[in-house]
Nanobody
C-alpha cells in the first residue's frame, strides 16, 4: 500500500506560480513512476507529468512542457510539480498518483494509488 498526500494548492493570479507537493508513504518500489494528473470542473481527468522514482527521468504531456516541471526528493519521499505562468485553464484539482508505467496518453488510467487531490484556482 502507498499513501499519497498532496499539498500546495490555492488561489493564484494568472501569470503566477505554485509548487505542489506530494508526500508518499508506504512501500515505494524503485521502479515506480510518480505522476501528476488534474481534473478541471466539468472535464475528464488528464495526465500532466510523470517522473521515474529511480533515475528521475521526467515526462510531460506536450502542452505542459515549458511551464510545468516535475521533480522528486527521494530522501523526503516527495514529488513536486512546479507550475509557472499559470493560466485560467489550469484551474483544476491536481492529483498525485503512483504506478508501474509512464502514462502513454492524456487519459491514461493505469496508476495504482491516488491521492485525494489539491485544488488550484487561477484567477484571470
Amino acid at each position: 500500500q502507498v499513501q499519497l498526500i498532496e499539498s500546495g494548492g490555492g488561489l493564484v493570479q494568472a501569470g503566477g506560480s505554485l509548487r505542489l507537493s506530494c508526500a508518499a508513504s508506504g512501500r515505494i518500489f524503485s521502479n515506480y513512476v510518480m505522476g501528476w494528473f488534474r481534473q478541471a470542473p466539468g472535464k475528464e481527468r488528464e495526465y500532466v507529468a510523470a517522473i521515474r522514482w529511480s533515475g528521475g527521468n521526467a515526462y510531460y504531456i506536450e502542452s505542459m512542457k515549458g511551464r510545468f516541471t516535475i521533480s522528486r526528493d527521494i530522501a523526503k519521499n516527495t514529488v513536486y510539480l512546479q507550475m509557472n505562468n499559470l493560466k485560467s485553464e489550469d484551474t483544476a484539482v491536481y492529483y498525485c498518483a503512483v504506478g508501474p508505467s509512464v502514462p502513454g496518453s492524456i487519459r491514461y488510467n493505469g496508476m495504482d494509488y491516488w491521492g485525494k487531490g489539491t485544488l488550484v484556482t487561477v484567477s484571470s
